[in-house]
């Protein structure tokens, strides 16, 4: 397999997930009001100042994250 052919086949299911991600965001959050996590993200419990501590809740318990 060529190494271009390779590249497509893992690098495009990895950008394609990075841009589901980035797209699920929502775009009309007031700073403070979501809590990104490294799996997800979710609206903050407690808005606060952009970069904050906070979590998400997830079916494995709470995840930390900052506020963005």
Same mark, same amino acid.
């Given at each position: 397999?060529?190494?271009? #052919? #390779?590249? %497509?086949? %893992? $690098?495009?299911? +990895?950008?394609?997930? %990075? ?10 959050? #007031?700073? &403070?009001?979501?809590c990104?996590?490294p ?8 808005? $606060? ?11 494995? &318990?709470?995840? #930390? $994250?900052? +506020?963005?």
């Open positions: 397999m060529s190494d271009f #052919r #390779r590249l %497509l086949m %893992l $690098g495009l299911p +990895l950008a394609l997930a %990075l841009l589901a991600e980035a797209a699920a965001q929502p775009k009309d959050a #007031r700073p &403070g009001t979501v990104i996590t799996q997800s993200w979710c609206r903050a419990v407690q808005p $606060g100042p952009p970069g904050a501590p906070c979590a998400c809740q997830s079916p494995s &318990g709470w995840i #930390r $994250g900052v +506020l963005k």
